[in-house]
């Protein structure tokens, strides 16, 4: 039996797989060419002819223009100690979405900035379609640090700046404070704040898709640091003042105090304290009013303190000297249209100097009675009454005076003695200092040799009679004596106690205790203001309450600015009697007048 023939490829098979396989060579070249075609024009599309949209884009996500801090500028005392720096801190700011994505680094990272995780994730859900929130501002830059170094996603630091104040509540109402973007806000801070926050520069960086800064290109606006700027303010001073005023507030249970100091030579303030304060280091937590700068906010009548420029308008008229003619001041009460204006004790004939020395205000009354209306008003508005001391401090107020021509006689007897018009503290100082000043007035200032204004307010041979006159307040059977006696010093001032206004008239038990001063007598460097509100417990007379206050702080600040001391013992018949606390007499000091409210239940 024959073996079958193998079969053999159809002939046309064969022929038709050589084409198949070429074709499919040349389709995969030919998409290949297509695909590398397409790139190419791709690319052309992208680096050529929409070079710039595309460029864009990509600036859109990585290019960045950052704010580059400025230091605030440095506030120093008249002797170059720092009162307000700028320490540098770190803010933690966030992307909302990136850190959602990697919500189990929440709890760590709510840990580190302080914070709860269930209210970090709904703050960050809120605010998720922003790209930029701040998680916690102005972190010391080692607490910073550890939060940065958790490497969360979205998660970035930024420099900043925040004021200090080293002497705290010191000087916290002549300062003020600044906010979180570090611009001011009370105080200097805000009356100066253009000269002291600088301007923010900015530069452009590249950033990478976690918000880290990769490289800086370039810079955009160069940085302008803030500039310093030197009061004239003196820290020692400041800080006696500052004690001697807490502890008298706190011993007498007064509601709030105030202490100004000015240098009569050139209306520089040297010092301004109030109490209660805060802590501008520590805002939280402390209210409006122990904010308040009650030294040039705050407006009191100014009771008896009022008395010298009476006496200056009495001098300047011709009518009156030092010593004559003496006044008639009776058995201590004078009724005038049906209002009994009253003095302690029975003084009988008093000189001008006498009526300030025992601080009659009959006779002060009476002086004021015989004097022109025009001229005593204008004198009060010589002297700043009525009218902003144009310091510059930021709410100062303008106090209040009535025009002269409205005075009736009975409110122009009222007004010698201090009723019927508001001053402020620093009007007050500024006052004392003009007469200190050879009747010179100069505008109070808080900057360190600035150039202010001065203007002649008083003849100088009637400003010398006043603060030889004022001297005799603090001797022997004046109002002040011992209380704002200062060893080795002459001391010209003036006592004030005064009731305070309340609702439908004035009040019978709530005083506002004042003492208004000049040191030293024979040659004034400084003039100085105490108001005590409300002293509750012991004395409310100026004498018992602000003398001391004064004679304390001045007598440290005379040697701090190393005034020397003058011979006061020429005043005295055989000498004053020299211990260990200061002068001391054998005299009993006279008991001050207190300053009469006009009539009963009328409105102040």
């Known amino acids: 039996?024959?073996?079958?023939?193998?079969?053999?490829?159809?002939?046309?098979?064969?022929?038709?797989?050589?084409?198949?396989?070429?074709?499919?060579?040349?389709?995969?070249?030919?998409?290949?060419?297509?695909?590398s075609l397409g790139l190419v024009a791709r690319a052309f599309d992208m680096q050529v002819v929409r070079k710039g949209f595309y460029q864009n884009q990509a600036d859109a996500?990585?290019?960045?223009?950052?704010?580059?801090?400025?230091s605030r500028g440095t506030i120093f005392d008249r002797n170059g100690e720092p009162l307000a720096v700028s320490t540098p801190v770190v803010s933690i700011w966030a992307n909302p979405s990136e850190v959602l994505d990697n919500e189990d680094k929440l709890p760590a990272l709510a840990k580190a900035i302080g914070m709860d995780a269930d209210a970090l994730k709904q703050y960050l859900a809120q605010r998720s379609e922003r790209e930029f929130v701040y998680l916690r501002r102005q972190m010391s830059p080692d607490a910073a640090q550890v939060v940065l170094d958790l490497g969360v996603p979205g998660v970035n630091g930024q420099r900043e700046f925040r004021r200090f104040y080293p002497s705290g509540p010191v000087t916290a109402h002549v300062l003020g404070f600044t906010n979180i973007d570090d611009h001011g806000q009370e105080g200097l801070e805000l009356a100066f704040d253009d000269w002291l926050a600088g301007k923010q520069g900015a530069k452009r960086v590249i950033r990478d898709r976690m918000g880290h800064v990769v490289e800086d290109l370039d810079l955009v606006r160069a940085p302008q640091p803030g500039r310093d700027i030197t009061l004239s303010i003196d820290r020692r001073i400041q800080f006696l003042a500052y004690n001697e005023l807490k502890n008298t507030i706190e011993q007498s249970d007064a509601d709030s105090g105030s202490m100004v100091i000015i240098d009569v030579r050139n209306g520089e303030v040297l010092a301004m304290v109030n109490w209660p304060t805060y802590n501008p280091n520590a805002l939280r937590g402390s209210n409006p009013s122990s904010r308040?700068?009650?030294?040039?906010?705050?407006?009191?009548?100014?009771?008896?303190?009022?008395?010298?420029?009476?006496?200056?308008?009495?001098?300047?008229?011709?009518?009156?000297?030092?010593?004559?003619?003496?006044?008639?001041?009776?058995?201590?009460?004078?009724?005038?249209?049906?209002?009994?204006?009253?003095?302690?004790?029975a003084y009988g004939m008093l000189s001008p100097t006498g009526i300030l020395a025992k601080s009659s205000n009959i006779g002060a009354a009476k002086v004021a009675m015989t004097l022109d209306t025009g001229l005593m008003y204008d004198t009060y508005r010589a002297f700043g009454f009525g009218n902003s001391t144009n310091s510059g401090f930021p709410g100062e107020a303008s106090g209040y005076l009535k025009p002269g021509k409205s005075w009736g006689m009975l409110e122009k007897a009222i007004l010698a003695y201090g009723y019927g018009l508001n001053v402020t503290p620093l009007q007050l100082a500024n006052g004392y200092a003009t007469i200190a000043d050879d009747g010179v007035m100069h505008l109070p200032t808080f900057v360190k040799g600035s150039d202010n204004e001065a203007k002649q307010i008083v003849?100088?041979?009637?400003?010398?009679?006043?603060?030889?006159?004022?001297?005799?307040?603090?001797?022997?059977?004046?109002?002040?004596?011992?209380?704002?006696?200062i060893a080795n010093y002459g001391v010209a001032g003036k006592t004030g106690t005064a009731h305070k206004a309340s609702a439908g008239g004035y009040s019978k038990n709530n005083y506002s205790a004042a003492f208004a001063g000049i040191v030293p007598a024979s040659d004034p460097r400084m003039a100085a203001v105490v108001v005590i509100d409300n002293p509750k417990k012991g004395s409310y007379y100026g004498a018992l309450v602000s003398g001391p206050v004064f004679a304390k702080v001045m007598d440290g600040a005379l040697r701090l600015m190393d005034v020397p001391p003058d011979n006061i013992g020429r005043w005295y018949v055989g000498g004053p009697l020299q211990g260990q606390n200061g002068l001391t007499s054998t005299k009993q000091p006279t008991v001050e007048a207190v300053d009469d409210a006009p009539i009963e239940g009328a409105t102040p």
Do not use: C
């Open 1 to 35: 039996m024959k073996p079958r023939p193998r079969p053999t490829a159809h002939p046309t098979r064969r022929r038709q797989a050589g084409p198949s396989i070429r074709r499919r060579m040349m389709v995969v070249a030919a998409v290949l060419g297509l695909a």
């Open 61 to 70: 996500r990585i290019l960045r223009e950052v704010p580059i801090a400025v």
């Open 292 to 345: 308040r700068n009650r030294a040039m906010t705050d407006v009191v009548e100014p009771g008896s303190t009022i008395k010298p420029f009476v006496m200056a308008a009495a001098l300047s008229s011709g009518k009156y000297t030092p010593t004559g003619p003496l006044v008639d001041t009776g058995n201590g009460h004078f009724y005038y249209i049906s209002h009994d204006i009253r003095d302690t004790h």
């Open 459 to 485: 003849d100088p041979k009637i400003a010398h009679e006043l603060v030889q006159m004022l001297e005799s307040v603090t001797q022997p059977g004046g109002t002040a004596a011992p209380y704002a006696w």
